[in-house]
């Protein structure tokens, strides 16, 4: 990828039309960054850094010279980047609620950053937080008794 189409998926993914990259890195009109990604050649430096900027990215990025946005991500960091790019809308938000959810388990947080319940239970992280009945089926007696046998145990 040459460093327009770089630019241009990068500003997507944030959610940025043209004009608004235009006004954070200094052009006058969208116009400007239309051409960039139509064509990157001969983009002076201090317009890539500006761009990189308004990107929340780095330079060397942009030209294609990192795989990821930020070089400081360990490797563990990058393969979880590049697996949650991969994924979908949905997958992503998944991703991040259960990321979310494990922070709370202390077998998986580091010490001391556990979040702690406002009433310390060990295993807390395993109560639900609530629970309804079902309203899209027929609930029969029975499958309510073998509910009630099931959470009993």
């Known amino acids: 990828m040459d460093i327009g189409q770089i630019i241009k998926q990068r500003r ?13 890195a200094g052009y006058k009109s969208r116009s400007s960054i239309n051409k960039i990604e139509v064509d990157g050649r001969g983009l002076p430096q201090s317009k890539i850094t500006a761009i ?12 294609g010279w990192e795989e990821t946005e930020n070089t400081t991500l360990g490797e563990s ?11 979908n809308d949905y997958g992503q938000k998944e991703a991040l609620k259960r ?44 499958m309510k008794q073998y509910d009630d046998a099931f959470f009993d145990e």
């Open 12 to 24: 997507e993914e944030l959610g940025m039309s043209q004009e608004e990259l235009a006004q954070k």
């Open 52 to 63: 990189a900027k308004a990107l929340k990215t780095t330079p060397a990025f942009l030209m």
């Open 77 to 87: 960091a990058k393969e979880m980047l590049n697996n949650f790019q991969k994924l």
């Open 99 to 142: 990321v979310s959810e494990m922070v709370h388990i202390p077998q998986y947080s580091k010490s001391g950053s556990v979040v702690q319940p406002i009433k310390p239970d060990p295993r807390s992280y395993l109560q639900p937080v609530a629970a309804h009945e079902r309203t899209d089926i027929e609930v029969t007696e029975e």
